[in-house]
């Protein structure tokens, strides 16, 4: 069990998958999802066990040192010049990410429980799609292999355009074909860099674990060292895989698909978007780009920061300058990455952890500002900003949670959001003596001053929506039913959690890996 | 007189006396001849029926794919030679043919596709189709033709084959003789082809006029040894390659394509897309691997370069243009037409690995796997777009409109299709454009030849953008209201092969793939190689013209 218990986590959703076929009634097919999704949530609380003891990752061990490990042959040419495995497992880097995704996907099948409501047909295939993409996301976090991460990577696509495009908004077309565009013109970069990274060094190292190319001391020396088309081999792969994940992050300049995707896309499917399907890019970016690719990264470090410097500014104040309730929550989206991508630039262990901070809290805050602007579309059948006012007088239980929601993604302190911020920031402020030299003051001060930009645009929008004189048109609004309840109050509860304890919550796992890849890169 | 007599004695008992090893190697082709005589004698039997030619060309099928089945075992390793002509002195002289494992997949490959193309037929136009005899003649003739371009080894026997395989082509892109369309087709591709074929016969000329042998290795050895090179040889290959690239419509040679698919009936097209291609794609290569059998001096300095360069431009050309025409269609035949162009030229850059390895083994590979896949994928594309036709009386983007909601199974096993035309994984489609990415870059490193990498690039940003045109048809499909909700009227056999083809593209994408891989490799293994003893061979007609 302990061997195969990732490939259980991963496949309990395709099965579910499959039984959806031959599941009917209405009622059936979202108990099948639920029981589904709902399973494989409970199996992945298992992987903790590993992590419990503080020993994983600890001083000595080195990166790599993966739990639940399963490797299998899956393809391989008859001279086994090309070899993939079924390689999974993880580490402190994947493992809060595992969990993150099977609490968001079962919230995501919770919140489309009014299905009916929202008057589209095809029930079945959207719960079928939904499973589907739990799949490719849990796949692409657990895969060491690096031809398994990119099938599963590519296996979301699909689901997800469909998801946004037939079940989603006013102009979901536009919104589904950009975002599959977009995705899909990154990867096949990654698909060019894997290609490279396989072929570049001698047949007698080949190999397609992330793991393994990090670690191999002959690897990594063609890879410091060879050229590719006449530039830099190093710089050119992590640029080519950089531009793939910044895609997903999403960074600026390549952002844009973004406001339209979750706009546009129903509330449960924006929640697994601004959940999970951003911090993909992250990963890959921790996962990918910087262990194999240290010498790059330190090189690159500048451009990564103004990258993420331009996103937490850029997005703040398109958040400000939005009247649709929802892109506003959209563009918050941006400038939160931003602190990712800032983080990781800065190449401290502060950043580091920062970084990863900030995608678990933002993993938890959006998904429930995008489930509370839903509860509240589902309402008033709009989102303009302007026209709500006084929501908290009609609807208390939902609006004491909204505050919750809201703040944590403002970066109150005690709330998830603060941690991250604050150790990105400190983190960037040390990189002086690191990879940011002369320009990490100048980047700390402007991500810090971005932390106002965010309260104003956040406080400024409580203040339109939920305070105020009640309006007589929302006056007779019922409160968060029980249902609404049971998926905010989790995140809630998480939000707090790991704003005050983000010791015990998050730091003890994800530490010793975290330091493990830093050091790779500082050496 | 006794000269005469003492060249022509040989032959004749060659002609007349082949090796019995020999006939079993082309069984699958004596196969299909025995059947086109049978439909042509059938009706004096049985009136004019479509039943009958109909099994009788099925039955021929049949029996050749396990024909090709039982013979693959005998294939001596790295292939032989058949038929070979004797010389002037007695020795054994050049041969036409070449049978190896390639070959023979090929004809069974071939022969499983003209099963499913006929019964496509039968289950659409064959029920009002007045002349299925000459119908079932010209589709069986020019298979037999395409099966020749796969093992043929003399220019020769490369332009009889390809008028083999293209003169019933033109009858059959014309076949449906009161149809406007049906006639602009065929005109259009009988002129295309007749260009073509001249410029092919010019080339085929220089270059025997150059090296006084039409033998592909003899020539490509005396190539090797510093025959004269300069522009005149440049013109020949070039020439030379323009009728190949007919058949396979590598741009600019493409221009027949779109119009015929168009114009031609439904099988006929899906016929035209895969067959044609794939024979005109493993002749092209069997010719270059011929190029790539020998090494030295000037020679892989400056000849083979050029070859790989020539190749790699015209697939690059080939793919990027079909792909940015592709956006353009309204008319998913065109669409699908353009995108066979695309594929055509993804599968073409194997072609570019001209360099003495293991590189060209793991791309014809390559090739024959997505060969396989492309097969499954455009049939699936294909029979739904003749249901839908069929259903609707039209063949527009806005025909598919709603289908994912009147038809569900069809739609999804559509899509399936399409996306694995696109190249996503987990679809078969994905890991044989892999392949051809990993032959590119695997020979790329040993041969340090950047230029592979650059066509690896182009492969993959072209498959960026023929999301755009594929996506297109899917969001028809779901994003686009009906016109009206009633289900699709289509017969059920119609509907389970377009999702039998889907359901095989998801097996070869998830646990078949290995099977897949290692069925290519085995029937691309001990492929025909040149050696000293098969070039030497002098060309007996040549002899005279030797300088």
């Keep these: ?523 | 007189m006794h000269e005469t007599l003492g060249l022509t004695m040989p032959l004749l008992a060659k002609i007349w006396l082949p090796a019995a090893g020999d006939l079993r190697l082309v069984l699958p082709d004596l196969l299909l001849i025995a059947t086109i005589v049978a439909i042509l004698l059938a009706p004096l039997l049985s009136r004019r029926s479509l039943r009958v030619p109909g099994l009788l060309a099925l039955l021929g099928a049949v029996v050749g794919a396990l024909a090709c089945w039982f013979v693959i075992g005998d294939v001596a390793a790295s292939g032989s030679d058949l038929f070979g002509v004797a010389a002037r002195d007695g020795s054994s002289g050049p041969a036409m043919l070449v049978a190896d494992r390639v070959s023979l997949f090929f004809r069974m490959f071939l022969m499983v596709f003209l099963i499913v193309i006929v019964a496509m037929w039968m289950m659409t136009d064959g029920e009002r189709e007045q002349n299925p005899h000459e119908f079932l003649t010209l589709l069986l003739a020019s298979a037999l033709g395409m099966s020749l371009m796969t093992s043929a080894n003399h220019l020769l026997m490369v332009i009889v084959a390809i008028e083999l395989a293209s003169l019933p082509s033109y009858g059959l892109a014309g076949f449906d003789k009161f149809r406007r369309t049906a006639a602009e087709a065929s005109v259009k591709y009988v002129v295309f082809g007749a260009a073509t074929s001249g410029l092919m016969i010019y080339g085929a000329s220089l270059l025997f006029g150059m090296f006084g042998t039409l033998h592909v290795p003899t020539l490509a050895a005396r190539l090797a040894t510093g025959g004269p090179g300069g522009p005149l040889l440049a013109v020949g290959l070039l020439a030379f390659f323009a009728g190949v690239g007919f058949k396979i419509s590598a741009v600019p040679f493409h221009f027949w394509c779109p119009d015929v698919f168009e114009g031609a009936s439904l099988p006929v097209a899906t016929w035209l897309s895969v067959a044609s291609k794939a024979a005109g794609l493993l002749l092209l290569l069997r010719m270059v691997f011929a190029f790539a059998g020998h090494a030295g001096g000037e020679y892989s300095q400056y000849v083979l370069p050029t070859i790989s360069y020539g190749v790699g431009v015209f697939a690059i050309l080939t793919c990027t243009f079909a792909n940015f025409a592709a956006y353009r269609q309204t008319n998913i035949r065109r669409m699908l037409a353009y995108s066979s162009i695309a594929h055509a030229g993804y599968m073409l850059m194997a072609g570019a690995i001209v360099v003495r390895s293991s590189g060209y083994e793991n791309a014809m590979s390559a090739v024959v796997a997505y060969l396989l896949i492309y097969m499954f994928m455009n049939l699936g594309a294909f029979m739904t777009l003749g249901l839908v036709a069929a259903d609707t009386g039209e063949e527009s983007m806005k025909s598919f409109a709603g289908l994912g909601w009147r038809d569900a199974l069809t739609a999804a096993a559509m899509t399936v299709c399409l996306i694995s035309l696109v190249g996503l994984p987990p679809l078969g489609g994905f890991y044989v454009k892999w392949w051809i990415l990993a032959a590119l870059g695997g020979a790329a490193r040993e041969a340090n030849m950047p230029f592979l990498w650059v066509l690896a690039l182009v492969l993959a940003l072209n498959t960026a953008v023929s999301l755009y045109y594929y996506a297109r048809v899917v969001w028809q499909m779901y994003f686009v209201p009906p016109e009206h909700e009633k289900p699709l009227r289509a017969p059920g056999a119609g509907k389970a092969l377009v999702v039998a083809c889907a359901l095989l593209l998801i097996l070869t994408g998830t646990i078949w793939v290995r099977p897949l891989k290692s069925m290519a490799d085995r029937y691309t293994s001990n492929m025909y190689t040149v050696s000293a003893a098969r070039t030497d061979a002098g060309d007996g007609l040549a002899a005279a013209v030797r300088p």
């Design chain 1, 1 to 523: 069990m302990a061997n195969s218990l990732l490939s259980w986590i991963v496949f309990l959703p395709t099965i579910g998958m499959v039984a959806l076929f031959f599941v009917n009634r209405a009622e059936n097919v979202k108990r099948v999802a639920l029981l589904f999704s709902g399973a494989a949530f409970v199996l992945s609380l298992y992987c903790f066990q590993p992590f419990l003891s503080g020993e994983a990752g600890a001083a000595g061990g080195r990166y790599g040192d993966i739990y639940f490990q399963q490797k299998v042959g899956w393809i391989e040419t008859s001279d086994r010049a090309f070899v993939v495995n079924y390689h999974v497992g993880i580490d402190g880097l994947s493992m809060p990410l595992v969990v993150l995704t099977t609490l968001i996907s079962l919230l995501a099948v919770l919140a489309s429980w009014n299905f009916e409501d929202w008057k589209k047909k095809g029930m079945k295939g959207y719960f079928m799609l939904l499973l589907l993409l739990e799949t490719g996301m849990l796949g692409t976090f657990v895969a060491i292999d690096f031809f398994l991460f990119y099938v599963f990577w590519e296996v979301m696509l699909l689901p997800m355009y469909f998801l946004i495009g037939v079940w989603g908004g006013p102009r979901k077309e536009y919104a589904a074909i950009k975002f599959f565009i977009y995705t899909l013109a990154g990867s096949v970069l990654m698909l060019v860099a894997m290609l490279a990274m396989y072929f570049y060094p001698d047949a007698s190292v080949r190999t397609f674990s992330l793991i393994e190319m990090a670690n191999n001391p002959k690897i990594q020396e063609v890879f410091r060292n060879a050229s590719f088309l006449g530039y830099a081999f190093g710089p050119l792969m992590f640029i080519f895989l950089f531009i793939g994940f910044a895609i997903k992050v999403p960074s600026f300049p390549f952002h844009t698909w973004l406001p339209d995707a979750h706009v546009e896309a129903p509330t449960p499917i924006s929640m697994i978007l601004a959940g999970v399907l951003l911090k993909m890019g992250g990963y890959g970016i921790l996962r990918v780009c910087f262990p194999i690719f240290p010498n790059a990264a330190q090189q690159l470090a500048v451009l990564l920061g103004t990258l993420g410097v331009i996103s937490i500014i850029y997005g703040a104040l398109c958040a400000m300058a939005q009247t649709d309730f929802k892109k506003l929550v959209a563009y918050s989206s941006i400038s939160h990455m931003g602190y990712v991508t800032l983080g990781m630039a800065a190449l401290t262990e502060a950043g580091l952890q920062g970084a990863m901070f900030q995608m678990i809290a933002h993993g938890i805050s959006s998904p429930m500002c995008f489930f509370l602007v839903g509860v509240i579309y589902e309402r008033a059948h709009h989102r303009e900003i302007n026209r709500f006012g006084g929501l908290w007088l009609s609807m208390p239980v939902y609006g004491t949670l909204a505050t919750v929601g809201f703040f944590a993604s403002l970066g109150l302190p005690a709330l998830c959001g603060f941690i991250g911020e604050v150790y990105v920031v400190f983190g960037t402020f040390a990189s002086g003596a690191a990879a940011l030299g002369a320009y990490a003051k100048p980047f700390a001060i402007i991500a810090a001053s971005g932390v106002i930009l965010t309260a104003a645009y956040i406080l400024w929008m409580i203040q339109r929506v939920y305070l105020g004189k009640e309006r007589s048109e929302y006056a007779n609004f019922p409160d968060a039913n029980r249902r609404e309840v049971l998926i905010l109050a989790p995140l809630a509860i998480l939000a707090v959690a790991l704003g005050i304890f983000p010791k015990q919550t998050l730091f003890d796992f994800v530490t010793g890996t975290l330091n493990l890849i830093l050091a790779a890169a500082s050496a």
